[in-house]
């Protein structure tokens, strides 16, 4: 079946300027999950949404960034005001509807940002 | 607060020897522990978890991992390395009754493999 998908794949971008990234996630996964993919930093996680519930925003670094997903499906991550440290890859996951910690998260392909 | 540590950036194994990929861990209670893989270009794949039960877990493409809980370890192992198998591996920890809330992730290992 299709996994997650993100678009763009790649994003060249001007400092100030914002980036919407998007993400699929595979069909009936209730859990949405933004990482960040730094060089040298392994993942840091962002935003995580789980069905209806309020997401948890506890990783976003600034106010510069948010994110959204309409209908428990797609999401988007903004960035507003990018600067030359949000340069990264930033991968979206999905979990199945289960509650519990032995779920699996599958990964999309990422979207890699370049802010110049 | 858990945490996992890998404490190689790379690894460099010849073709057909055996490989390990290093991970240790830290959380109060016992543990959920996870394996992904990410090839060049691509997204993290999941290999394998640890669960409860048997200590040694067998994933994807032969690889297999052994948790140690005296030791706080999650070893990745492999009897015989393939040049394919050259990509960055990370190491995943998450806390019982915490949900499917997101994993913590190690900073990741580079698997180098050399004919």
């Known amino acids: 079946g299709a996994g997650v998908s993100q678009s763009p794949s790649n994003k060249v971008t001007e400092k100030g300027k914002d980036v919407e990234l998007r993400c699929d996630p595979i069909?009936?996964?209730?859990?949405l999950y933004w990482y960040r993919q730094s060089l040298g930093q392994g993942l840091e996680f962002l935003i995580y949404?789980?069905?209806?519930?309020?997401?948890?925003k506890s990783g976003l670094p600034s106010d510069r960034f948010s994110a959204e997903r309409t209908g428990g499906s797609v999401s988007t991550l903004t960035i507003q005001r990018t600067q030359q440290e949000d340069s990264a890859v930033y991968l979206c996951?999905?979990?199945?509807?289960?509650?519990?910690?032995?779920?699996?998260?599958?990964f999309g392909p990422g979207t890699r940002l370049l802010v110049l | 607060a858990q945490s996992v540590a890998q404490p190689e950036d790379q690894v460099n194994v010849a073709e057909g020897n055996p490989l390990t990929v290093k991970c240790t861990y830290s959380?109060?209670?016992?543990?959920?522990l996870f394996w992904y893989v990410q090839y060049p270009n691509r997204g993290l794949q999941f290999l394998l978890k640890?669960?409860?039960?048997?200590?040694l877990v067998k994933g994807s493409y032969g690889f297999k991992a052994e948790f140690n809980k005296s030791q706080t370890s999650f070893h990745l192992k492999k009897p015989s390395a393939l040049v394919s198998d050259s990509a960055l591996y990370f190491c995943?920890?998450?806390?019982?009754?915490?949900?499917?809330?997101?994993?913590?992730f190690g900073k990741g290992t580079r698997l180098s493999v050399i004919a």
């Open positions: 996951a999905s979990s199945p509807p289960g509650q519990g910690a032995w779920e699996t998260q599958y």
């Open positions: 069909s009936g996964h209730t859990a």
């Open positions: 949404f789980q069905g209806n519930s309020a997401p948890d």
């Open positions: 959380v109060s209670g016992n543990p959920y």
């Open positions: 640890y669960i409860t039960g048997d200590n």
């Open positions: 995943a920890v998450r806390v019982p009754y915490s949900g499917n809330t997101p994993l913590v």
